[in-house]
């Protein structure tokens, strides 16, 4: 096929017989097929759309997150045929019905080449998730239930966090509780992988932290108990988890800290500076028994400290460089202290455009734990 004018015959029979709903466009992304399921899944019949662009009003697609994606830099089926490369998995979006409200369907794009190799246009196929999206949001609700964390009023103490999930549900895990009148526990923790199962093991640590609350205020007898049992998990499903454990003195400033594979807790300081916080300590799960070491440090009145999972190291731009630890800082210093909820959002969406995908390839979770000046 050298041109995508039309079809032939025997390819509208075939992608007609799917029982997922496809289309097919130039590469204007001017529709030049629609079968049959697609018409029952979202009510436009082929007269609705042949020979209009997919993003003429027509299914404007959003991501799970709200955002627009029938622009051309967000178009996963644009950026399928501008770069040549079909999807490497699946995409979860929400595409418009005719007669209104939204219908949840899983995206898979490529493009279509002739003879000589060159992009001519480009195929969608997508499936209705509708039963399966019930079950996920249910399991979401729970899931932002069990991690959600209301400290009491503290007027020497800022508190933020922001959890943006890969998929409908994620496998991070946080907690943030006051000990006693003066000290806090802060943990955070980055489940291997994404999606159904990583949110299952993330489920299964916060059973553990209720288990084990009562060794909060030791980041390392806390981390060790939690090593030892989550072991038992990981001997057949090499399942693994990276985290780290503040325990903070509000009065003083004076924390104590144990980490186990999880990148470096950064003390963001007045003036622009900054301090990074490591220790060494191997991921939890991995070996059944281990002694994770325990270390000091100081928040200053003013300063905020930040823990976040490698979702916010591991972006990639358009030409391939990774952000890194530097790429971070360099964002976070645009931010004012103390670090609170706005500006984590801020943080988000400098990372976002930072990427060159649609959105994060992995769960990204931020806690932001802040010692205010004179207790304002």
């Given amino acids: 096929m050298n041109t995508m004018e039309e079809l032939s015959e025997g390819a509208k029979s075939i992608l007609d017989s799917l029982a997922d709903g496809a289309y097919v466009t130039d590469t204007n992304r001017r529709i030049l097929f629609w079968n049959r399921a697609a018409e029952e899944m979202l009510g436009w019949n082929k007269g609705d759309v042949l020979g209009r662009c997919c993003g003429d009003n027509i299914l404007i697609h959003v991501d799970k997150d709200g955002h627009q994606l029938c622009l051309e830099e967000s178009c996963p089926l644009h950026r399928s045929i501008v770069t040549g490369r079909p999807s490497e ?225 591991e972006l990639i731009d358009e030409s391939g460089c990774q952000l890194g630890m530097e790429g971070l800082l360099e964002i976070c210093r645009k931010e004012g202290l103390p670090l609170k909820l706005a500006g984590l959002r801020r943080i988000e969406e400098r990372l976002l455009t930072y990427s060159d995908g649609l959105r994060f390839q992995d769960d990204l979770t931020m806690l932001a734990f802040s010692r205010l000046l004179g207790g304002e």
């Fill in 89 to 313: 998995e699946p995409v979860l979006l929400f595409a418009q019905h005719k007669e209104g409200g939204r219908v949840p369907v899983e995206v898979t794009v490529a493009p279509i080449l002739d003879e000589s190799g060159e992009e001519i246009g480009g195929i969608e196929l997508f499936r209705d998730m509708t039963l399966l999206m019930r079950d996920l949001m249910k399991a979401r609700m729970i899931q932002e239930h069990a991690l959600e964390c209301r400290l009491e009023d503290d007027p020497r103490v800022g508190f933020a966090t922001l959890q943006v999930s890969h998929g409908i549900v994620g496998g991070d895990f946080y907690r943030a509780v006051r000990l006693n009148a003066d000290e806090y526990a802060l943990m955070i923790a980055d489940v291997m992988g994404h999606g159904i199962a990583s949110a299952l093991y993330c489920m299964q640590m916060r059973a553990l932290w209720d288990e084990l609350e009562e060794l909060a205020g030791d980041p390392g007898a806390l981390m060790t108990a939690m090593n030892s049992r989550l072991h038992r998990l990981a001997q057949r499903d090499l399942y693994f988890a990276t985290a780290a454990v503040v325990v903070l003195n509000v009065s003083t400033g004076m924390f104590r800290y144990a980490m186990a594979g999880h990148p470096p807790i950064l003390i963001l300081c007045v003036g622009g500076g900054f301090r990074r916080l490591t220790a060494p300590g191997m991921a939890l799960g991995l070996i059944g028994s281990i002694k994770f070491e325990i270390r000091e440090g100081q928040l200053l009145e003013g300063e905020s400290l930040l823990m976040y999972t490698d979702g916010a190291l």
